[in-house]
């Protein structure tokens, strides 16, 4: 075992890539959630981009173009949501699930002729002078447009949520559908609108793994990280900015893991590999006393009688 | 214009008829999904659905049916207790893996005895490794309030690896050849669950099916737990006066349906697949889900459904041998039922009204 063999400035930088995926997700289902709604079906979604994004940057040589389809292909997957929740007044956890399951297999079904491709790859951004400098070189100036877009993204989210009228039209409809309604706000609409955001957010996800994170094409590469955005959303309380600080936490841990994987500590693979998921079941439990900023409607559908 | 109007009672006809109109819609949209991918689609779905059952080689895939039909059977029977009262364990994967490694972890510590009462102990044992793995996500939810969709389903990947570990380690065969995986239940007459009337499938597992889907069906008609299930479910807050116990319940479905998944994983791992490996679980504890929604979270509607979700995966696998239609193609076939499962489930409890609404 050689703890010294982990450099914490390659650390935090590399602990950055791992969060955007999570964080890019995990934002997605926030909006989504904040509307009233709860998708269950990220880590289909995500698995769903992916592939697109992969195979469409693979067939066209541009890793941007990758990402645009793999928004696309995510938000195309969340429509079919939408109508069976939003229309077919179908039950949201079961039309979830069945999301996944079946973006899961969509997704193994796209993949099989992209299995050991090398995708094109995506330049990191460099700034001279600034990109140079020793230690905050690297961690903040170093990385590929993706990962600034989603703290970008961050931002954007918390000020529309916060301070515009489409933000507050959005809490709205995700506390009291009925009010809004009354209202006149076309409750299905912004609902609609919401859930296509969070399918193209967790496609972006989801590419960001194929194509930077790993990159390469494996099935079932997502490996329950839709999963861990949904636990995000509530360990952030619905808060765009605790997402991002949940998303680096637990970057942190995976990466963290995987460097004692690498350096040979004494615990089993396998255990340190659980480790992100118990750390989220741990994080959920001590979170989840409070349940007050939950949006009031959540997870309930909206039928109007007239 | 046409609207939607919400019926005053479900409607049972309807209820009876979208899963046959949801299979119908998937064989379609399987059928041009098929021949997207090149292959001939009539010949994909005869291969899928007929082939099985009344083909050349039907002699063979016949008992398949009940091997592969009895853990979806067990574990969605489980699910659907649960799934009645809007308690949503999506975890039964890891139970399933769970019930598996302790049911042949507990043999394999008699190793090589011969005794009759290894195998009962194996499927106590297996049960309750399953009832163990789903009483977390249960026990977390009644103390902490924590949702066990997200702590459920965390703990699949958890049990995956420790099935890593355990087949890498300490269940590994000492005589493997430092190959992994767990020595062969077959060849164990103690320990095997072997075919009760050989060529037919018929193992223990599928007795243990159809003895679930009695016991549930009593418990939902005839028992109070059944009674306070179904309320829990309609009408929560009817069944919050009626005095229900909310942490009774929710231990009651989770742990009632992980002891079923574990029981499922533990018969699996005696008998068809016979030994602890990496690559041990299939998905049946995914598939299962569907299987409950597919059979109206019945007891008899679940036994229907999950002959014939068996039925698309022994269907698949010959499609994949003959047709070179590719293994995932069967997966997505799945999700699509369950997809269109849902949608037509629209019209059980609305009715699609055309014209004008009268004015109030």
Redesign the interface.
Known sequence: MDLSAINPVLLIASLMVAATPLLLAAIGELVVEKSGVLN?GVEGMMITGAIAGFAVAVESGSPLLGFVAAAIAGAALSV?FA??TQ?????Q???G??LT??????S??LG?SYVGVKPPQMGDIHIPVLSDLPVVGPILFGHDIILYFGIVLTAAVWWVLKYSRLGLVLRAVGENHDAAHALGYKVLKIRLMAIMFGGACAGLGGAYISLIRVPQWT?GMT??IG??A??LV?FASWKPWRALLGAYLFGGVTVVQLNLQAAGVAI?V??L??SP??I??IV??IL??D?SSAPASLGRNF?A?? | MIR?E?RPQPSRAWSMATPLVAVLATMLFGGLLFAA?GKPPVEAIRTIFWEPLFGEFSFYYRPQLLVKGAPLVLIAIGLSLGFRAGI?N?GAEGQYIMGAIFGAGAGLAFYPLEAFYIFPIMVIAGAFGGWLWAM?PAV?KTR????E???S??????AE??L??VS??LLKNPEGFGFPGSRNLQSWDAAHNAELIAGTGMHWGVVAALIAVIFAYVLLNRHMTGYHIRLTGEAPRAAKFAGVNPTRLVLFCLGTSGALAGLAGMFEVSGPSGQISIDFNVGYG?TA??VA?LGRLHPVGILLAGGLMALTYIGGDIAQSNLQL???????????L??FL??F??LT??RIAIGK?EV?
């Open positions: 269950l079919l109508i069976l229309f077919a007044q179908a039950n956890v079961a039309s699930l069945s399951l079946f973006g899961l297999g969509l193994a079904l099989q099935e490996a329950g999963w861990i949904l636990a509530v089993p396998e255990y590999a659980m998921y118990l989220t079941i959920l439990v989840s006393a349940k039928h009688s007239r | 939607l919400k991918l949503w999506i977390i977390l902490f309030g924590t949702n969709i997200l702590v389903l965390m703990l699949v990947y958890v690896q420790f890593a570990s890498l380690g995914f889900i569907i929604f590719p293994a995932a193609a069967i997966q997505v076939f799945q999700g699509m369950l997809f849902l949608a489930d629209l409890n609305f609404p109030a």
